[in-house]
């Protein structure tokens, strides 16, 4: 709606617009000379007209340079004719009257337009700057969430069914709530994605939401914690309010330990403000809202044990590096496409370690190699070629040669062999990484706890056995097994004695460390087929070694 402003400014464009049709009309006609008699006979007799036009009551007549009028009733037209072509121009005045009317009407139209867009830019403007005085208050006002629908698929992912399989009742959920609610099922409110960088913790929660088909709330953790007091806290309402009102939504909160790291120790008002606001957000919307918060971290052992417990992020699901198997699966959809000769089973092993973003890395790599080399075709050589730099480039990538894969598959099949004996619960076990369970237990026994250390000191016993060598791989578990030693001691007053001795510690590691090198003397052959497997496949499931465990006994 136009304010007075604009429509003073549209009355002064239309009378300027009169005034200047009027001078052009005017000046148009001013161009016509009008004659008498004795000039018009003068000129005709000098051959100076050239032609002639009879218009109403007037003749015009046309000479090389200029034109001249006179009445028509006042000369010889039969004369006229016999010394210049006459033309007779019918009246149409009302035709004409259109043609000037068209012309005033596009005129002013023109000046309407051009009004209409000055006002759109002066609106704009002052929008712009109202938004940017806002801003100074509120550094979130220029950032609007906003849901995104997404179209990726699980099948669009490679190398992750166990955890498709986990997720597929959180997309049922979303697709079908009325199903659940009927039977008074509540699914977890909070789902917390675990793995390294790189193994496609962002792209899994857009394949749920994609699969479900509904919106799709992106945020990363680093974007809450600001130096703004109150504004991490403020995102977070504004986070769960929009998607509420989308729901059934998804909101994915990327490293979420960046926000939800335990309080406490060097305190950050703002950050313990955010965290506080996202534990009252998660409680206070309840399962029929159909919002279902999915978060992602590499480091679930910062986050604050109060976002763990039931009601939030309650469901936890470890995604790990990829087997052999995955990795094959990654390469064959990264190389769709793309034009490659060779076989993607010894890429794959070649590439132990790699995440799935370093198997994209390393499929790109080796097509520039190509392109540089002026080839249609990837080959493996290109592959062999570009792996250094791709593992120069990507930190904290394990890979191991053919003698370094032999020693960590007796390794890992030792640990996977004592896990499945002494009833350590585990999902998988690969040559990379192992998925042993860590179960909350209020109360836990002496028993359980030496199985544990047990199994995190049978893979070095292995290597002892078998290359009568100790070796680095063995670190992080050397550190797991003293930790729970040492919370047997000075905790649980499981030692000899029940005020805490140092070499009560060293007693515990020592005896079972002797205990589960009797047992892996024994169990030689198992070991032996749940290496080879391990090597060959770099990963063992549960099911798969109680099939090697139950042929041999």
Same mark, same amino acid.
């Given at each position: 709606?136009?304010?007075?402003? =604009?429509?003073?400014?549209?009355?002064?464009?239309?009378?300027?617009?009169?005034?200047?049709?009027?001078?052009?009309?005017?000046?148009? !006609?001013?161009?016509?000379?009008?004659?008498?008699?004795?000039?018009? *006979?003068?000129?005709?007799?000098?051959?100076?007209?050239?032609?002639?036009?009879?218009?109403?009551?007037?003749?015009?007549?046309?000479?090389?340079?200029?034109?001249?009028?006179?009445?028509?009733?006042?000369?010889?037209?039969?004369?006229?004719?016999?010394?210049?072509?006459?033309?007779?121009?019918?009246?149409?005045?009302?035709?004409?009257?259109?043609?000037?009317?068209?012309?005033?009407?596009?005129?002013?139209?023109?000046?309407?337009?051009?009004?209409?867009?000055?006002?759109?830019?002066?609106?704009?403007?002052?929008?712009?700057?109202?938004?940017?005085?806002? *801003?100074?208050?509120?550094?979130?006002?220029?950032?609007?969430?906003?849901?995104?629908?997404?179209?990726?698929?699980? =099948?669009?992912?490679?190398?992750?069914?166990? %955890?498709?399989?986990?997720?597929?009742?959180? %997309?049922?959920?979303?697709?079908?709530?009325?199903?659940?609610?009927?039977?008074?099922? =509540?699914?977890?409110?909070?789902?917390?994605?675990?793995?390294?960088?790189?193994?496609?913790?962002?792209?899994?929660?857009?394949?749920?939401?994609?699969?479900?088909?509904?919106?799709?709330?992106?945020?990363?953790?680093?974007?809450?914690?600001?130096?703004?007091?109150?504004?991490?806290?403020?995102?977070?309402?504004?986070?769960?309010?929009?998607?509420?009102? *989308?729901?059934?939504?998804?909101?994915?909160?990327?490293?979420?330990?960046?926000?939800?790291?335990? !309080?406490?120790?060097?305190?950050?008002?703002?950050?313990?403000?955010?965290?506080?606001?996202?534990?009252?957000?998660?409680?206070?919307?309840?399962?029929?809202?159909?919002?279902?918060?999915?978060?992602?971290?590499?480091?679930?052992?910062?986050?604050?044990?109060?976002?763990?417990?039931?009601?939030?992020?309650?469901?936890?699901?470890?995604?790990?590096?990829?087997?052999?198997?995955?990795?094959?699966?990654?390469?064959?959809?990264?190389? %769709?496409?793309?034009?490659?000769?060779?076989?993607?089973?010894?890429?794959?092993?070649?590439?132990?370690?790699?995440?799935?973003?370093?198997?994209?890395?390393?499929?790109?790599?080796?097509?520039?190699?190509?392109?540089?080399?002026? !080839?249609?075709?990837?080959?493996?050589?290109?592959?062999?070629?570009?792996?250094?730099?791709?593992?120069?480039?990507?930190?904290?990538?394990?890979?191991?040669?053919?003698?370094?894969?032999?020693?960590?598959?007796?390794?890992?099949?030792?640990?996977?062999?004592?896990?499945?004996?002494?009833?350590?619960?585990?999902?998988?076990?690969?040559?990379? *990484?192992?998925?042993?369970?860590?179960?909350?237990?209020?109360?836990?026994?002496?028993?359980?706890?030496?199985?544990?250390?047990?199994?995190?000191?049978?893979?070095?016993?292995?290597?002892?056995?078998?290359?009568?060598?100790?070796?680095?791989?063995?670190?992080?578990?050397?550190?797991?097994? !003293?930790?729970?030693?040492?919370?047997? %001691?000075?905790?649980?007053?499981?030692?000899?004695?029940?005020?805490?001795?140092?070499?009560?510690?060293?007693?515990?590691?020592?005896?079972?460390?002797?205990?589960?090198?009797?047992?892996?003397?024994?169990?030689?052959?198992?070991?032996?087929?749940?290496?080879?497997?391990?090597?060959?496949?770099?990963?063992?499931?549960?099911?798969?070694?109680?099939?090697?465990?139950?042929?041999?006994?």
């Amino acid at each position: 709606m136009l304010n007075f402003k =604009s429509k003073k400014l549209i009355t002064s464009f239309v009378a300027l617009s009169l005034v200047i049709l009027m001078v052009v009309f005017a000046y148009l !006609r001013s161009d016509v000379k009008v004659i008498n008699l004795a000039t018009y *006979n003068m000129l005709l007799e000098s051959g100076i007209i050239k032609k002639a036009v009879i218009e109403d009551n007037e003749v015009i007549l046309y000479s090389s340079i200029e034109k001249y009028v006179i009445v028509k009733d006042g000369i010889d037209l039969q004369k006229l004719l016999e010394q210049v072509p006459i033309e007779v121009k019918k009246e149409n005045p009302l035709l004409d009257d259109l043609i000037l009317l068209a012309i005033l009407g596009s005129f002013i139209f023109g000046i309407l337009i051009y009004a209409k867009k000055r006002r759109e830019i002066e609106v704009k403007r002052e929008d712009e700057q109202k938004q940017s005085a806002y *801003n100074i208050y509120d550094p979130f006002g220029k950032t609007v969430i906003r849901p995104t629908t997404s179209k990726l698929k699980f =099948s669009d992912i490679a190398g992750i069914d166990e %955890v498709k399989e986990e997720l597929q009742e959180i %997309v049922d959920f979303l697709k079908n709530p009325l199903k659940y609610r009927r039977y008074g099922i =509540s699914l977890p409110r909070g789902v917390l994605l675990v793995g390294p960088p790189g193994v496609g913790k962002t792209m899994i929660a857009k394949a749920v939401a994609g699969e479900a088909e509904v919106p799709f709330f992106y945020q990363s953790g680093a974007s809450f914690v600001q130096i703004y007091v109150g504004m991490g806290a403020k995102r977070v309402r504004e986070l769960f309010s929009y998607a509420k009102t *989308n729901a059934p939504s998804i909101i994915f909160i990327d490293e979420i330990d960046a926000v939800g790291k335990a !309080r406490g120790g060097m305190r950050n008002d703002e950050r313990e403000s955010t965290l506080n606001e996202l534990l009252t957000q998660m409680d206070g919307f309840e399962d029929s809202h159909g919002v279902i918060v999915v978060g992602a971290t590499n480091k679930i052992d910062v986050i604050d044990e109060a976002l763990l417990r039931s009601g939030r992020f309650d469901r936890r699901i470890f995604i790990p590096m990829p087997d052999f198997d995955d990795r094959v699966k990654i390469l064959q959809n990264y190389l %769709v496409g793309k034009p490659y000769e060779g076989n993607v089973h010894e890429i794959a092993k070649m590439s132990v370690g790699f995440s799935g973003a370093a198997l994209s890395t390393f499929v790109n790599e080796a097509a520039i190699n190509a392109l540089r080399d002026n !080839r249609e075709m990837i080959s493996q050589d290109d592959f062999s070629k570009v792996r250094q730099k791709v593992l120069i480039g990507k930190k904290k990538v394990l890979s191991f040669s053919d003698e370094e894969k032999k020693i960590q598959a007796i390794y890992q099949g030792a640990k996977a062999l004592c896990a499945y004996w002494f009833e350590v619960d585990f999902d998988k076990i690969t040559i990379v *990484n192992d998925r042993l369970k860590d179960v909350d237990l209020e109360i836990e026994s002496k028993t359980a706890m030496l199985s544990k250390i047990k199994v995190y000191l049978s893979g070095m016993c292995a290597n002892k056995i078998y290359f009568n060598d100790s070796y680095s791989n063995s670190s992080e578990d050397l550190v797991r097994a !003293r930790e729970i030693a040492t919370s047997m %001691v000075e905790l649980y007053g499981m030692g000899k004695k029940l005020i805490p001795l140092q070499e009560d510690i060293s007693n515990i590691l020592d005896e079972a460390y002797g205990e589960v090198e009797k047992f892996l003397e024994g169990m030689s052959e198992p070991l032996d087929k749940i290496s080879t497997l391990l090597y060959e496949k770099e990963s063992i499931t549960k099911s798969e070694l109680k099939e090697i465990v139950d042929e041999l006994f």
